[in-house]
Nanobody, 125 residues
Framework: QVQLVEFGGGLAQPGGSLRLSCSASGFTFGDYAMHWVRQAPGKGLEWFSDINGGDNRTVYADSVKGRFTISRDNAKNTLYLQMNSLKPEDTAVYYC??????????????????WGQGTLVTVSS
């Protein structure tokens, strides 16, 4: 049974940093692309980053490029998101999600087949 559990959400000040983790189980983690998706209060889902399973190639949406870094440790079955230079508009529930494939082809939520429960990130002074 695939399970994804996010950790590390909380309150940060504008300009601050947070690091999210996503612990994965129930599948061969290194074989699949992984994603981060968020949902701001009252808004829809926003895909913003992914990392391939094989070559670890990363892709970012413009909204987070240069501020957020996605990474993975296949030995620990863990996905990470380092968030720097946080802005109030980054306030959202953050989800990690598993792709159906080892390579992310769509860079959106199209091929995601498992999701974590989400962790809330609030950016406020």
């Amino acid at each position: 049974q695939v399970q994804l559990v996010e950790f590390g959400g909380g309150l940060a000040q504008p300009g601050g940093s947070l690091r999210l983790s996503c612990s994965a189980s129930g599948f061969t983690f290194g074989d699949y692309a992984m994603h981060w998706v968020r949902q701001a209060p009252g808004k829809g889902l926003e895909w913003f980053s992914d990392i391939n399973g094989g070559d670890n190639r990363t892709v970012y949406a413009d909204s987070v490029k240069g501020r957020f870094t996605i990474s993975r440790d296949n030995a620990k079955n863990t996905l990470y998101l380092q968030m720097n230079s946080l802005k109030p508009e980054d306030t959202a529930v953050y989800y990690c999600a598993k792709d159906s494939f080892g390579t992310s082809w769509y860079h959106d939520v199209t091929s995601l087949d498992a999701w974590g429960q989400g962790t809330l990130v609030t950016v406020s002074s």
